[in-house]
C-alpha cells in the first residue's frame, strides 16, 4: 500500500546506491537490454515512421476517447461480454469483488497488471478471503517477497539470483543453495501449473483495446494471461481508458513497436486477440478512470497518456539504472513515472521530477514519441509555483536566481571563488549544504572566466595580436587533480 | 459494500472527457510503401523463428511432414498427444481426441499437440492462430510441446499486411504465437518453457 508519506527519491536512492557493486550490475543489466532495444529499432528502417505514427494515432485517441470508449463499450457487449464502469481505484476493486463473490470464485490467478498494481487490488482481495496469485514469474518472485514490482516490464529486476533461489526455497520447497534460473524457473511452473487448475477465475490487465471490434490484446512471453483466462469459465479485464485504439489494424503499429522497445524482441511470444468470452464462458471488462481524465485535461501533461507501458525510459535512464525502481515509490517508477505519478499528487511526488538530468535519452527511446524530459522538466515548474519544493532546494534556487540576476555580483562571487576555492579545506567544501559533492569531486577552478578571457580576446584583436590564454597566476593544489575522496 | 453505480460512473467518465477541449487530431495511414519487404519471406521467418527460439521446417509434401513429424524428439518420448491437422497421418496409440474431452482440465498431460496455422509473418516469426477448429483454446497454451503446419505461401512480410488479411465481427479468439513460451525474469537469463510450450516446431508444408 501506498503511505501518505512523502516520497523522497534521494534518500532512498542514497540507500540504494550505497551498495555499489549491486547498483553497478542493476546498471547493467538494463543496460543489456537498452541494447537489445536498439538493436531491434535499427532492423526496422522505417522506426521514425512507426513512432510518428503511433504517436499520430494516440493523439487521435485522446482527441476522440468518449466516442472511443463508447463505441467499444457497445461492440464488446455485442460479443457477449459484461462491460463495466470505475471512476477510480475503490470503485475498480469493488466491481471485481463483487463479480468474483457472487460467483463464488476464492483462487484467482492473475496476469501482470499496472492497473491492477495502481488500484491496490490484490491486498484489497485478500482481505476479502480471496487468494491471488501472480503468475508472471517476476510478479510471483516479487509476491512472495511481498514487495511491489521494481519495473513495469522487468518487475524483479533488482533481485540476483541468488536471492530468488533463497525465496524459492522456503515458499516453493527447492534445493537450498539453488541458483540456477533454468532449475528455479522449472520449480516456478511446477507450483504455478497447480494454481492455473485449480484457479476460479483469471484476471488480466489489458495492452491495447479496439473501438472498432470490441476486443482486446493481452501480450506475455510466458503464455500465463492465456493459460489464465482458458482453464476457468471467468475472465475478469481491467482496462484503463486510456489503452483504447480506433481500428484493429492499429494493432500493426502498436505490436511491432511494443515488445522491440520493452525486451527487444521482434513481438512477444502470446499476443492474444480476446473478443468475446470463452464458449459458455464470462467477460468481464472493467473501464477504469482513475485520474487519466484530469491528465487528459492538462494540455502540458496530456501527451503522457500515450504511454503503452513498455518501460523503455527505464532501461535508457541513467538516473533509474542506478537508483533503482524502488526509490521512486510509484506504480510506475523511472521517467514517465515521474509525470504520472505527480499528476495524481504532486506533492507527495514533488521529488520525482528532479529525479532527470534532463538527458532527452527517455524521449529519444519512447515509441510513442512522449516529449518525456520536457515534460519532467514542466513539472519542475510546476512544483516551484505550488511551492511544493523542499525548502533548501527553494532557498538555493531564489539565491540563485538572485545572483543571476545581477551579473556584477555573479562576476565578483565567481572571481572570488576561482580565488579561494582551491585553499579550501575538503570539510568546507563537502558538507550537507552542497549535495553536488555527494558522489563527485567538484571541477578544478579555471584560472580566468569566460568573461575575461573574451574581454582578453577582444583587446588583443584590437591590438592584431595573436590570441593566446594567458598562464594562470595561481595554480590549484593538487587536492583537485588527485583526489582521495572515499564514499 | 454495494456495487457502485455503473451508469453513473459511465456519464461521469464520458461527461469528463466530453467537457475537455481537446484539438482534432486525424489518424494516419496506416497502408505505406516504407513498411519493410524481404526479398524471400519464407528464409526470413524461418531466421527469425530460429531468433526467439522456434525452429521451422520448409517440406515438400504430407508424406514428408508425417515422416518429419514422427521423428519430432517430442513425438517420440510424448505419452498423451493431440492432432488437428486433416492431412496428418500419425500412428494411434498415443491420440488423443480434443473434441471428446468436456473439461480442459483434462488436457493438462498433453505432451504435444499438433495444430493448423493460418499464415506466418516474415518480419516476427509469429503465426496467426484461430480457435475454430478445437474446442479448448486452453490447448495451444497447456501442452508441453506445440507443432503448427502453416501453408508455404501464406507467408506476409510485416505486421500491417498481416491486419490487412484478418476479418472481425464476432467472438472469436485468435492469436499471433512467436516461439516457445519463455521467460528472463531471473537475472535476464533466458529460459525456455515458461507457463506454455517447451518448444514449437513451425512446418511450412
Excluded at chain 2, 457502485?4 to 467518465?13: G, R
Excluded at chain 2, 489518424?27 to 521467418?45: G, K, N, V
Excluded at chain 2, 527469425?48 to 522456434?54: D, E, H, K
Aim: proline share 7%; net charge neutral.
Amino acid at each position: 500500500m501506498t503511505s501518505l508519506a512523502i516520497v523522497d527519491h534521494p534518500k532512498k536512492a542514497a540507500a540504494f546506491v550505497a551498495d555499489i557493486d549491486r547498483a553497478h550490475w542493476h546498471d547493467q543489466s538494463l543496460w543489456y537490454v537498452r541494447i537489445k532495444r536498439d538493436k531491434q529499432a535499427a532492423s526496422l528502417p522505417e522506426w521514425e515512421l512507426l513512432r510518428e505514427t503511433a504517436s499520430q494515432i494516440k493523439a487521435n485517441v485522446v482527441a476522440n476517447l468518449a466516442d472511443y470508449l463508447e463505441q467499444f463499450a457497445n461492440e464488446a457487449t455485442k460479443l457477449g461480454a459484461v462491460v463495466h464502469w470505475a471512476r477510480d481505484a475503490a470503485e475498480h476493486n469493488a466491481i471485481v469483488l463483487n463479480i468474483l463473490q457472487s460467483r463464488g470464485a476464492q483462487k484467482i490467478v492473475k496476469s501482470k497488471s499496472m492497473l491492477t498494481e495502481e488500484c491496490h487490488l490484490n491486498p484489497y482481495l485478500e482481505r476479502h478471503g480471496i487468494e491471488v496469485i501472480d503468475t508472471d514469474l517476476g510478479e510471483r518472485i516479487v509476491q512472495l517477497a511481498k514487495e511491489p514490482p521494481s519495473h513495469i516490464v522487468l518487475p524483479c529486476i533488482h533481485y540476483k539470483k541468488e536471492e530468488i533461489g533463497e525465496l524459492f526455497h522456503e515458499h516453493l520447497g527447492t534445493d537450498k543453495g539453488a541458483k540456477d534460473p533454468k532449475y528455479l524457473a522449472e520449480a516456478a511452473r511446477q507450483h504455478l501449473r497447480e494454481k492455473f487448475c485449480g484457479a476460479d477465475a483469471g484476471i488480466t490487465g489489458v495492452n491495447f483495446a479496439i473501438a472498432e471490434t470490441g476486443g482486446f490484446v493481452v501480450c506475455t512471453n510466458e503464455g500465463n494471461a492465456d493459460l489464465g483466462v482458458s482453464l476457468p469459465k471467468l475472465h475478469i479485464a481491467c482496462l484503463g481508458i486510456e489503452k483504447l485504439l480506433p481500428r484493429a489494424a492499429d494493432l500493426g503499429v502498436f505490436l511491432r513497436l511494443l515488445a522491440r522497445s520493452a525486451t527487444g524482441q521482434p513481438i512477444t511470444t502470446y499476443s492474444s486477440h480476446f473478443h468475446g468470452p470463452l464458449p459458455g464462458g464470462e467477460l468481464h471488462i472493467v473501464l477504469v478512470d482513475n485520474g487519466r481524465t484530469d491528465i487528459a485535461a492538462n494540455p502540458d501533461f496530456r501527451r503522457s497518456l500515450n504511454c503503452i507501458r513498455c518501460g523503455a525510459c527505464m532501461n535508457t535512464c541513467p538516473i533509474y539504472r542506478r537508483s533503482g525502481g524502488h526509490s521512486y515509490e510509484a506504480t510506475v517508477p523511472g521517467p514517465i513515472g515521474s509525470i504520472l505519478a505527480p499528476a495524481r499528487d504532486s506533492a507527495k511526488y514533488a521529488t520525482l521530477p528532479h529525479a532527470c538530468s534532463l538527458c532527452g535519452s527517455c524521449s529519444d527511446v519512447c515509441p510513442v514519441k512522449i516529449d518525456i524530459h520536457q515534460q519532467l522538466l514542466t513539472w519542475r515548474k510546476e512544483i516551484a509555483a505550488r511551492k511544493q519544493l523542499k525548502w533548501s532546494k527553494r532557498l538555493g534556487m531564489q539565491l540563485t536566481g538572485w545572483v543571476f540576476q545581477h551579473p556584477w555580483l555573479y562576476s565578483t562571487l565567481g572571481k572570488m571563488a576561482r580565488w579561494t576555492l582551491p585553499w579550501m579545506p575538503r570539510f568546507m567544501l563537502y558538507h550537507g549544504l552542497n549535495p553536488w559533492g555527494k558522489q563527485r569531486e567538484l571541477p578544478s577552478a579555471p584560472p580566468q572566466s569566460f568573461r575575461e578571457l573574451y574581454a582578453q580576446r577582444q583587446k588583443q584583436q584590437a591590438n592584431g595580436g595573436s590570441v593566446t590564454p594567458q598562464p594562470s597566476p595561481h595554480s590549484p593544489p593538487s587536492v583537485y587533480s588527485a583526489s582521495s575522496k572515499v564514499n | 459494500m454495494g456495487l457502485p453505480d455503473t451508469n453513473s460512473a459511465k456519464n461521469a467518465i464520458l461527461g469528463a472527457i466530453r467537457a475537455i477541449n481537446i484539438p482534432p487530431a486525424p489518424l494516419p495511414p496506416l497502408q505505406r510503401s516504407e513498411w519493410i519487404t524481404y526479398p524471400d519471406p519464407a528464409a526470413q521467418f524461418a531466421i527469425v523463428l530460429a531468433s526467439i527460439g522456434g525452429t521451422c521446417e520448409t517440406v515438400a509434401d504430407t508424406a514428408e511432414l508425417n515422416e518429419k513429424l514422427r521423428h519430432l524428439p517430442a513425438f517420440t518420448t510424448a505419452r498423451q498427444i493431440v492432432n488437428l491437422v486433416p492431412h496428418v497421418n500419425l500412428p494411434a496409440e498415443h491420440l488423443l481426441k480434443e473434441q471428446e474431452i468436456a473439461d480442459p482440465h483434462h488436457l493438462v498431460d498433453v505432451d504435444l499437440a499438433i495444430m493448423p496455422g493460418e499464415f506466418a509473418v516474415a518480419e516476427n516469426g509469429a503465426v496467426w492462430c484461430v480457435t475454430r477448429h478445437l474446442r479448448h483454446r486452453v490447448l495451444y497454451f497447456i501442452t508441453q510441446h506445440l507443432a503448427l503446419v502453416v501453408p508455404r505461401e501464406q507467408i506476409v512480410h510485416n505486421m500491417h499486411q498481416a491486419y490487412e488479411r484478418l476479418a472481425w465481427g464476432q467472438a472469436e479468439f485468435g492469436l499471433f504465437l512467436a516461439g516457445p513460451s519463455k521467460t528472463a525474469d531471473i537475472e535476464q537469463s533466458l529460459v525456455i518453457g515458461a507457463h506454455g510450450a517447451r518448444s514449437l516446431t513451425v512446418f511450412l508444408v
